[in-house]
């Protein structure tokens, strides 16, 4: 991972950008397309969005301007919870690539799983929706397919009535709150894990610890927590609207965490936790 730009492959053989720019609560304005054209610039290649962020608009409109052919950057996106289901699903994308105004994706996700009632009813809910994505990835307009909030006992019964199985699980992933049952779930069986909320919602900028080895290393506590979620082989999507906290956070190939410390960072109590249990999330 010499570079921001250079990254993970996938079971598919695809390539994921080790740091993407997350969008979530970003409005859909020409400032997003500025923060992304600068992004562009400082050498991020990877853009996370979703349908419910509401800004896939503009998003579009800043890879579709930023100066660079469209192969260059990676375009995620996701499915939101009313569109589950095998119809709604495509129905859905279609209506993400006519709102980005790209004409193919790079990963799609589904956002949440269905938790919601009866095993057997909800297990139905995520086959059919996955159904749809391997459709939709079969059809050429999407690189990669995968799913986001995905713990054990979702995947399991998704897995076994699966054709291609997901090449991509997005959690939250950070110090204080690794879900490595999980994690390590998925990276047994090819599935890339991608980190969202990877600075704790800011808690860990603030940290003692992080702080303390910011020091040591001569970099912000942000890149600490981020190089963390790197030598964990997990992708990192950072969200910031400051261009210089953008810039640092793309700059995490000039140092490494020792052993010692990756597991003094892995042992963090309970830290930065969003609260979202993907088997409560039914909004």
Known sequence: MPTIASGFKLSNGVRIPCIGLGTWQVPDDQELV??????IEIGYRHIDTAHIYGNERCVGEAVRTCGLPREKIFVTSKLWNTDRGYKETLAAFDLTLKTLGLEYLDLYLIHWPAAKGEPMTWQSIN????????????????RAIGVSNFLIHHLVPLLARANIAPMVNQLEFHPGYMQLPTVQFCQQRGIQVSAWSPLGRGALIRHPV??????????????????????????ALPKSLNPQRRRQNADLFSFSLSKEDMERLDNLPQTGFSGLDPDHVTF
């Open 34 to 39: 500025a923060h992304i054209h600068d992004a």
């Open 127 to 142: 086959s059919g929706t996955w159904r749809a994505m391997e459709e939709i990835y079969k059809s050429g307009r999407v």
């Open 210 to 235: 992080l702080c303390e080895l910011g020091k040591k290393y001569g970099v912000s506590s942000a890149q600490i927590s981020l190089r963390w979620c790197l030598q964990h082989g997990a992708v």
